[in-house]
């Protein structure tokens, strides 16, 4: 057996309102792109709510968080650091065209009602871009539709997915597992089912933490 061929599995906790999980997405993908063929990925998004006190209405971007910066002074040192870091990654962050601070337990539900990894990372990075760089009013059902559509393609499958109750208490309940495991801070990443990467760390970071699961499976199976 190749090493490659065994799926590697990467499970990524974040939420879609959070710029540092889009800037850690990007350097993960970096990632993956230096090791190459070495790993078969097997990426897996998992829920997580910044700001679950948030309304489904959504509530003023700016003034939101304004309040959890403490000034707009802050605020504005936070946003000028995190667009020179979007820049060397490809993303360029439009914060001020950002209209709502949106709950997102939707976004995620909408995430998970697809049974495809790929079309469920698809859907998270368009929800990413259509966020933080399109500045779209991602509490808004016809705005969301039109973000998602390219992936579920079927509006009565969308339809029934953002109505389902018993999904976003799915959605609920897992956010509550990762509190209760000490996850407090996204993106989080479980790399190789066994350690944790957590933060936007650098691109070396998350090749280092691959390349010490491969050399451990080759040890333990040496023959492979």
């Known amino acids: 057996m190749s090493t490659n061929s065994e799926p590697f599995s990467i499970d990524i906790v974040s939420d879609v309102a959070c710029p540092w999980c889009y800037v850690g997405k990007k350097k993960l993908e ?13 990426v897996r998004w998992r829920p997580f709510q910044l700001s ?37 990654v490809g993303i360029s962050f439009q914060f001020d065209a950002i209209p709502k601070a949106t709950n997102t337990l939707v976004l995620h539900a909408l995430v998970a009602g697809l049974s495809n ?3 469920q990372a698809k ?17 808004d059902k016809e705005i969301i539709w039109k973000v998602a559509e390219p992936v579920y393609k079927d509006r009565i ?17 897992e956010i509550s597992y990762y509190h209760q ?15 944790a990467v957590s933060g936007a760390q650098d691109t ?12 451990e499976r080759e040890s333990e199976n040496p023959s492979q």
């Open 52 to 88: 679950p006190e948030i309304p489904e209405a959504g509530i003023d971007y700016k003034e939101h968080l304004t309040q959890k910066f403490g000034s707009l002074d802050r605020l504005d040192g936070a946003w000028q650091r995190l667009t020179q870091i979007g820049k060397d």
């Open 181 to 195: 495991n000490g996850i407090s801070g996204v993106p989080y990443f479980i790399v190789g089912g066994k350690y």
């Open 117 to 119: 990894l790929e079309d």
């Open 204 to 215: 070396s970071v998350f090749v280092e933490v691959i390349e010490t699961v491969l050399k």
């Open 30 to 42: 970096l990632a993956l792109q230096t090791v190459g063929d070495k790993i078969n990925p097997q």
């Open 123 to 139: 859907l998270v990075d368009l929800f990413f871009s259509a966020n933080f760089t399109e500045g779209k009013d991602l509490t």
């Open 157 to 173: 499958k969308f339809d029934a997915v953002f109505a389902d109750p018993e999904l976003k208490e799915h959605i609920r309940q």
